[in-house]
């Protein structure tokens, strides 16, 4: 593999990614590899050492076998639906546009964003009072 060289007329730019650089500015942009920077700066791969450790055995208590299975009854509870009130309880009166855009998004309503403000609170009163 050739050894990258600076451009004759700048001695002092240095290689990077991007190509050659000097106080962060780029003079010739050529990309260059890691393995040629590497090289360019001396720098030697590391060397990689696989272990495998010894594997760990774990005694097993006398009298317990590892397939006997204690059955414990755990107490399964009915799922509960929580319901969240309209965005800090303000009145959809008071909310903007986009707030009772929002909340009738939550709420899975089909409601377009050119519908006036007064429509959209009927729907959601609709929705609400339904519940």
Not at 26 to 42: I, P
Request: with cysteine; charged share 30%; hydrophobic share 35%.
């Amino acid at each position: 593999m050739a050894k990258i060289q600076a451009p004759n007329w700048c001695k002092d730019a240095i290689p990077t990614q991007r190509g050659w650089e000097r106080d962060g500015e780029l003079l010739v942009a050529r990309k260059h590899r890691q393995d040629e920077l590497d090289e360019y700066f001396g720098v030697s791969q590391p060397v990689i050492v696989e272990h495998h450790p010894e594997p760990i055995q774990i005694e097993e208590p006398e009298g317990v076998a590892p397939w006997d299975e204690v059955e414990e009854e755990v107490e399964v509870s009915e799922p509960e639906l929580l319901t969240e009130a309209p965005i800090g309880s303000v009145p959809l009166a008071e909310m903007t546009k986009t707030q009772l855009l929002d909340l009738a998004a939550q709420l899975k309503l089909d409601i377009k964003s050119w519908q006036r403000k007064d429509e959209i609170i009927e729907v959601i009163n609709e929705c609400i009072s339904y519940d």
